[in-house]
């Protein structure tokens, strides 16, 4: 059977040739009806509109899209951007940025349009888990889904992600070696619409100190803070408000874990003479600091993906579809043996 047309799609829908090409580059001039009618014509014919006479020679856009559930000047969708784009750009790719997909509408609504609307050759997606529901029309027509930190890798054709459990499991796990008794996870609240891979930290502590527990006497908590901006600030109250200060502290990200460093010496804690603490990610300013933390690398992880996504694109299988990288821990000066106070 021949691919489906312009014309095809517009008989279809019952509209003209000029409405279809109106609905795909300037759908704010169309009717919300008549956009649904084309669009369902679309889908139901395969049809998809190629960006330029290249697309059409080559039968790519040269496009690929990013999702991600943050904004992108967040450190790690910046690193991920950059190691994409040291391939994609030399391959000749364009990226899509799509950020803030945090709910379950905005990704079926980019799933269901994407395949007609913004043709892409792949699609990456950063630190979140989707439906395998939401990605069949593009399964259908052979756009590759790669992701990057996933917590699953369901739906996706390939992938590649730090551990994050286990990551946050060393973290624990080094300071009770260390002789910390007191210890408490801070973390932000998880989102209600999406998994997202960060949550795995705090399962990582928890076993961590659930199987101390039989050789230690343990006194651990996870303290939970509402997600936003003023996380940090949110996890210094927390921290103050408890009746006994606690020996170590594992944060879910540097980004926690720094700023509470600075604050908490304003109240009289300061590390490592008076507590412990490590960070998750090894970002920036981490090591100006003397943070001890988990290193991940998301800029490698960026370039992997989309050395992932050219083989797929191309048909071809990547040596390793699914890879999962384990997490470093870097001693620095933010903890020490624990040393009773009297």
Excluded at 59 to 72: H, P, S, W, Y
Excluded at 204 to 214: H, L, P
Aim: with cysteine; charged share 25%; hydrophobic share 40%.
């Amino acid at each position: 059977m021949d691919k489906a047309g312009i014309r095809e799609v517009a008989k279809a829908a019952g509209v003209s040739i000029s409405t279809v090409s109106r609905a795909f580059a300037h759908p704010e001039i169309v009717s919300e009806q008549t956009r649904r009618k084309v669009m369902a014509a679309a889908d139901a014919l395969d049809f998809n509109i190629s960006r330029s006479a290249a697309a059409l020679k080559y039968g790519q856009t040269f496009r690929v899209a990013l999702l991600m559930n943050e904004e992108i000047t967040s450190w790690f969708n910046t690193q991920v951007f950059a190691g994409i784009n040291s391939v994609m750009h030399d391959a000749g790719y364009d990226i899509s940025i799509f950020q803030h997909i945090d709910t379950a509408d905005m990704r079926r609504s980019f799933f269901k349009d994407l395949p007609v609307r913004r043709n892409v050759d792949a699609v990456f997606v950063a630190s979140f888990a989707i439906d395998r529901a939401e990605v069949e029309q593009l399964q259908r027509i052979h756009v590759p889904i790669v992701g990057i930190n996933t917590p699953s890798v369901d739906g996706f054709d390939a992938s590649i992600s730090i551990d994050d459990e286990n990551g946050m499991y060393t973290a624990a796990q080094h300071l009770i070696n260390l002789g910390h008794r007191r210890i408490v996870y801070v973390c932000s609240a998880a989102s209600e619409t999406m998994d997202s891979s960060i949550d795995a930290r705090g399962r990582g502590f928890t076993r961590a100190c659930q199987n101390a527990e039989t050789t230690h006497d343990l006194d651990w908590q996870v303290l939970t803070v509402p997600r936003g901006r003023t996380f940090a600030d949110s996890a210094l109250s927390a921290l103050l408000a408890l009746d006994r200060f606690p020996d170590a502290i594992c944060c879910q990200m540097d980004m926690m874990a720094i700023p509470l460093v600075l604050k908490l010496e304003r109240y009289g804690h300061r590390t490592p003479r008076d507590y412990s603490i490590v960070g998750f990610d090894d970002s920036p300013y981490a090591d100006t600091i003397n943070l001890t933390t988990m290193r991940q690398d998301p800029y490698a992880m960026g370039r992997k993906a989309a050395l992932k996504a050219i083989d797929l694109i191309n048909d071809r299988t990547p040596e390793t579809p699914h890879e999962i990288v384990q997490p470093e821990l870097i001693l620095r000066e933010t903890d020490a043996l624990y040393t009773p106070q009297d």
